[in-house]
């Protein structure tokens, strides 16, 4: 495991470019094993998950040319297993999306339990009543273990919540499903939409992307297809919170304005100077003022994965913010650290938090229990005085490519350590 070295206190300025979205890129992953035609994904973010996803992919079947690269190329004439390797499953939540795929080329899938953040605290409860709905069964055996004698069938289903990967992996599943499905309180985010987009390439009918309603025409026989993946909005976001509380000058490259807008909203009440020209999202030096209250929400709310990032902004924000994300628990219980760092936090209960600023923050050791509260913390120890040590690094990497690089391209003084 690697621990990033922070000298904090430097202005940060330039330019850095996004990659692919993360949970665009999982998602799509998995579609491509509903094909065995020649799938090509370009933009991919160079990132930790991604290459999990991929690696599982190999393990099943599947030919996968470009693994670290922004372009990969996936084959899978043959699905040879339908139980992915457990010990990658157990580090990738994503992996859930596997299941889909799996019971419409092999008929059967045997999933070790999910990993990724906080595993057991996010049930996939609304994936199994999706598969369930389309005929899959339940069957005995290690981890979750789903079977489809007689195929997957097409339903007209509710979604007890609007889950972006329960959303993903009905969509995934009803597009092998010959007829025509309904997913009615559907997610709505930029992911799903663009699972949709990739879906109807590959020979999929897909009416409603984007809204509370997705129809699905499946069954027919899907093909091979090309596809850019989308600018990352979280990752935009997240270079925008380094700008804020360093006093910063950044330009992000790579992102859609209309995916940009909810990140904005919050940064602009906050009165971060920032301004979306084209694909060019730019921050420039500003002073922080609190926003009274901030909450997250379904798209198109604030996201949750921006929680831990904008209270870290909110440190450095002249006045009271009341945080609050309704939707998880433990986002705000792994900020506890920022207390330590002198930051001055009231945490009301599993969901709020009230943070008086601004505070200059203290250096010190730094854990990061998750990938967006890892984020925080290295914006938080930017914004230090004096060194911090953040560990274990691969945390951070699982969504941030080139991470180190591109702080040291913004002026950053940090350093990697093995």
Same mark, same amino acid.
């Given at each position: ?6 000298? &904090?206190?430097?202005?940060?300025? &330039? ?24 799938? %090509?994904?370009?933009? !991919? ?7 999990? /996803? ?9 030919? %996968? ?8 190329? !996936? ?5 040879? =297993? ?43 409860? @609304? ?10 069964? %339940?069957?005995?055996?290690? &981890? ?8 997957? =069938? ?52 897909? @009416?409603?992307?984007? @809204? ?35 006093? &910063? ?10 995916? /940009? ?8 009440? /906050? ?5 979306? $020209? ?26 949750? $994965? ?34 330590? /760092? ?61 991470? !180190? ?7 950053? =003084? ?5």
């Amino acid at each position: 495991m690697s621990t990033l070295l922070i000298e &904090g206190g430097h202005r940060l300025a &330039g330019s850095v470019e996004v990659e692919g979205n993360k949970n665009s890129a999982l998602p799509l992953l998995a579609a491509c094993l509903l094909t065995a035609d020649e799938c %090509v994904l370009t933009n !991919v973010p160079r990132i930790s998950d991604v290459e999990v /996803m991929a690696r599982l992919l190999l393990d099943l079947g599947a030919e %996968v040319e470009g693994i670290g690269s922004t372009t990969l190329k !996936v084959r899978c004439p043959q699905v040879v =297993k339908d139980e992915p390797d457990g010990a990658l499953v157990g580090r990738l939540r994503g992996s859930v999306l596997l299941l889909g795929p799996l019971l419409a080329r092999r008929g059967r899938a045997q999933l070790a339990p999910p990993g990724g953040d906080f595993p057991a605290r996010r049930t996939i409860a @609304t994936h199994l009543e999706s598969l369930e709905a389309m005929g899959a069964r %339940v069957a005995s055996g290690p &981890g979750h273990v789903l079977e489809t004698p007689d195929g997957l =069938k097409p339903t007209s289903l509710y979604l007890y919540e609007a889950s972006v990967t329960g959303t993903e992996t009905a969509l995934l599943a009803a597009a092998a499903a010959k007829g025509v499905s309904e997913i009615r309180h559907a997610a709505c985010e930029p992911h799903v939409v663009e699972l949709c987009a990739f879906l109807a390439k590959l020979g999929a009918g897909i @009416t409603g992307g984007g @809204t509370s309603t997705i129809r699905i025409e499946g069954g027919c026989k899907l093909h091979g297809a090309e596809h850019q993946l989308w600018g990352d909005y979280i990752e935009a976001g997240s270079w925008a919170v380094v700008a804020g509380v360093t006093s &910063g000058d950044i330009e992000i490259h790579g992102a859609r304005p209309q995916d /940009m807008e909810v990140v904005a909203a919050v940064l602009k009440r /906050m009165q971060i100077q920032c301004v979306m $020209d084209g694909d060019v999202f730019r921050v420039e030096q500003s002073e922080p003022r609190a926003a009274g209250r901030i909450t997250t929400g379904l798209w198109p709310g604030f996201p949750s $994965d921006m929680v831990s990032l904008v209270t870290v902004l909110a440190t450095q924000a002249e006045g009271q913010t009341l945080v609050h994300d309704w939707m998880y628990e433990l986002r705000l219980f792994a900020l506890e650290q920022l207390s330590s /760092m002198s930051a001055d936090l009231f945490l009301c209960d599993p969901h709020r938090i009230i943070v008086s600023g601004p505070r200059k923050l203290r250096g010190r050791p730094l854990d990061s229990r998750d990938l967006r509260s890892g984020m925080a913390l290295i914006a938080a120890a930017l914004a230090a005085d004096g060194q911090s040590r953040l560990s274990p690094l691969e945390t951070v990497e699982r969504g941030y490519g080139r991470l !180190v690089e591109r702080l040291q391209g913004l002026g950053a =003084k940090v350093a990697k350590l093995p």
